[in-house]
């Protein structure tokens, strides 16, 4: 299974950028990764996927350097409403949804 | 809009007793998917399916059972529900193929089995 390592926690204030590095060593080939954000009492929803280098959308964006060994969710400037726990995944749906393992998230809190 | 309902946000059962869970997708996804959240422990996959009639294990299938008769609709089944079995319950789905851009969740079932 693809492990993936995120810090447990992370403070940041409305206005700011925020950065939320996952750790994924023995990422394999053809592995993705991906991004859900989850607000309490909700399901996770889906932010943000790349396979390689920069990928950029309305929410995020997600960076991913030469080796893959890890990746980076940028969120820009960042609102209170971006409290949320962020998860990181990394695995290819094509060789079985076990793989894709959802780890304990990174807790983010945006204080005023 | 993409939509995954759940046939209830909240739940309360007694042990041993035999609990279904619900699910329905609208978006004609190919892929079904049943969790469970659990504080300190993330998501855990329990169950999926990728077609009608077709469904695989996934990291604890112990004491679950799922059906998936329509496309749209797949169900996690409890057959004797115990007290570690207390847990919200989360439902997704997503479109086969590659790019297919993450799953698509439902809101929760919070079980609780007393």
């Known amino acids: 299974l693809a492990k993936t390592t995120q810090p447990i926690s992370m403070d940041s204030y409305e206005g700011q950028e925020v950065n939320i590095t996952c750790s994924h060593n023995?990422?394999?080939?053809?592995?993705?990764i991906t991004w859900y954000q989850q607000f309490p009492s909700q399901g996770p929803r889906f932010i943000i996927q790349g396979y390689k280098t920069k990928v950029t959308n309305e929410v995020a964006s997600l960076f991913i350097p030469a080796d893959r060994k890890s990746s980076t969710l940028s969120l820009p400037r960042v609102s209170l409403s971006d409290t949320a726990v962020y998860y990181c995944l990394v695995g290819d749906e094509n060789t079985g949804f076990q793989k894709l393992v959802f780890g304990t998230g990174t807790r983010l809190l945006v204080s005023p | 809009d993409v939509k995954v309902t759940q046939s209830s946000r909240y739940l309360v059962k007694r042990t041993g007793e035999k609990v279904f869970l619900e699910c329905v997708q609208d978006m004609d996804h190919e892929n079904m998917f049943w969790y469970r959240q659990d504080p300190g422990l993330g998501l855990r996959l329990i169950y999926f399916s990728y077609d009608v009639k077709m469904k695989e294990k996934g990291d604890i299938p112990e004491g679950y059972s799922v059906s998936r008769e329509k496309k749209e609709r797949f169900s996690l089944i409890l057959e004797s529900a115990s007290t570690n079995q207390t847990s919200m319950y989360l439902c997704?789905?997503?479109?086969?193929?590659?790019?297919?851009?993450?799953?698509?969740f439902g809101p929760g079932t919070r079980l609780t089995v007393t």
């Open positions: 997704a789905s997503n479109p086969s193929g590659r790019d297919r851009g993450g799953q698509y």
């Open positions: 023995n990422i394999a080939t053809n592995d993705y």
